[in-house]
């Protein structure tokens, strides 16, 4: 019987949990985290903050739950981990002995460097408590800023215009998420964003935060430009919770480096989630990984590596379906133009009419905006972007993911006068068909 110890309530953490105790009802498993919330959805606090999922509705798993796992949970903060004497320590002082460790602490937001940072009214959006901050500064906040380019800077941004805020968003570019975007998805983004009431700010970057009693009042930006507001939004990006690790004389980077198989310098230390940095067998690089899928998928392997069954993590094709004011989007594969001399995008719009597949996700319909880009290797497709109509986005993904052969139609995609959606849809039919023949 082992003692296997987690630290960490995330995704990560309890995916091995459960994995663990599906395998093994005898041995004890220590699911510890200093999140007062314990498990729950990241992704549905974009939901929760425009008022359109319930705080109930973010817990997919209850601690009732894990507790019929027999799970015990310990809601503490780790001080330390000791590899050589096989404990962990909490900030109580206590030791708590392992026989497998793994490490799931996730990310935190990056905080940027001005005067006035540590303000009253500057926000961040790391976890439910800081979701329940910003609806609480919400309610007698007129006027906000908002700084940072991607995914969650937008949830910020719904979530505030929803509640009635005033909101000014800084870009630091000329245009949203260019390192994802093309210009016309950037541009789409940013017009709805100005339907709903928007104040954009192109190259414009914080030089000082304004402060009145302690609480923000406003901010100077580089450019001379004061904006009176009584909140700023923070999201610039995630750092890896490596403290731990460093401190326990485990290898760092970017993230703890693990192998294939979710294990760390110490055999029996493992790391997943966005704290993992996980070695990628197909590309021979080792990546961090900040998705919930991913983090999942990572704690499964890990936990049944934690037993002893030889499991290696293989990193998917990336898959992610966001919503970028208002507009369900799926990113899946390679967006950017890479490295590869024979990868073409192509991009079609409104124009086209996709017609129904029977096994098709429509997560939403009746979009006044449709539009499908599409990266073509030399002989498959390497990525594409999914906005609006998402029907498909499923077939889509299984084409890119497995590979497929798109010889066939490769030179019809490149022709302008093609509906690259319905040419795609044809092809996703033909190829259903002929799996199912050879069932």
């Given at each position: ?12 953490g309890g995916a091995a949990a459960q994995t663990i105790r599906s395998q093994d009802t005898q041995s004890r498993i220590t699911l510890i985290g200093d999140e007062p919330w314990g498990y729950y959805s990241r992704p549905g606090l974009a939901y929760y903050l425009t008022g359109e999922l319930p705080k109930k509705g973010l817990f997919p798993i ?164 004061h904006i009176k507001a009584k909140m700023l939004a923070v999201a610039i990006g995630i750092r890896p919770r490596l403290e731990l690790a460093v401190t326990a004389g485990l290898k760092t980077d970017r993230g703890i480096v693990v192998n294939e198989y979710l294990q760390t310098t110490q055999p029996d230390i493992f790391a997943a989630g966005d ?165």
């Amino acid at each position: 019987m082992n003692n296997y110890v987690i630290i960490g309530t995330g995704p990560a953490g309890g995916a091995a949990a459960q994995t663990i105790r599906s395998q093994d009802t005898q041995s004890r498993i220590t699911l510890i985290g200093d999140e007062p919330w314990g498990y729950y959805s990241r992704p549905g606090l974009a939901y929760y903050l425009t008022g359109e999922l319930p705080k109930k509705g973010l817990f997919p798993i209850s601690t009732a739950e894990f507790q019929n796992l027999n799970v015990r949970i310990l809601h503490t903060r780790v001080r330390a981990i000791h590899p050589n004497d096989h404990h962990i320590e909490n900030q109580a002082g206590k030791m708590l002995p392992y026989d497998r460790l793994l490490i799931a602490t996730g990310a935190r937001a990056a905080r940027m460097d001005i005067p006035g940072i540590h303000l009253q009214g500057v926000m961040v959006l790391d976890n439910l408590t800081d979701a329940q901050m910003l609806l609480k500064s919400a309610r007698r906040t007129r006027s906000a800023v908002v700084v940072g380019g991607g995914i969650t800077a937008l949830e910020i941004v719904e979530g505030l215009v929803s509640r009635g805020v005033r909101t000014h968003y800084f870009l630091r570019g000329d245009r949203y998420w260019s390192n994802v975007l093309d210009e016309t998805e950037s541009r789409i983004v940013e017009n709805r964003l100005r339907e709903e009431g928007v104040h954009l700010h192109y190259h414009t970057e914080l030089a000082k935060i304004i402060a009145k009693r302690g609480q923000v009042a406003g901010v100077l930006t580089k450019n001379n430009q004061h904006i009176k507001a009584k909140m700023l939004a923070v999201a610039i990006g995630i750092r890896p919770r490596l403290e731990l690790a460093v401190t326990a004389g485990l290898k760092t980077d970017r993230g703890i480096v693990v192998n294939e198989y979710l294990q760390t310098t110490q055999p029996d230390i493992f790391a997943a989630g966005d704290v993992a940095q996980v070695y990628d067998v197909l590309t021979g690089k080792s990546v961090v990984d900040s998705l919930w899928g991913p983090a999942r998928d990572q704690g499964h392997a890990a936990g049944l590596n934690m037993m002893g069954i030889t499991t290696p993590y293989i990193k998917p094709i990336p898959f992610n379906v966001t919503r970028l004011a208002g507009l369900t989007t799926t990113i899946i594969g390679t967006v950017g133009q890479g490295t590869d001399e024979d990868l073409i995008g192509i991009a079609r719009g409104d124009s086209e009419t996709w017609r129904q597949l029977p096994d098709a996700i429509a997560a939403q319909s009746n979009f006044e905006v449709n539009r499908l880009r599409i990266m073509v290797g030399r002989n498959r497709l390497i990525g594409a972007i999914v906005m609006g109509d998402q029907t498909l986005s499923q077939p889509l993904h299984h084409l890119i993911t497995h590979r497929i052969d798109i010889t066939p139609i490769r030179a019809s995609l490149l022709r302008s006068d093609i509906k690259i959606g319905d040419l795609i849809a044809n092809f996703w039919s033909q190829h259903r068909s002929t799996i199912h023949a050879t069932k």
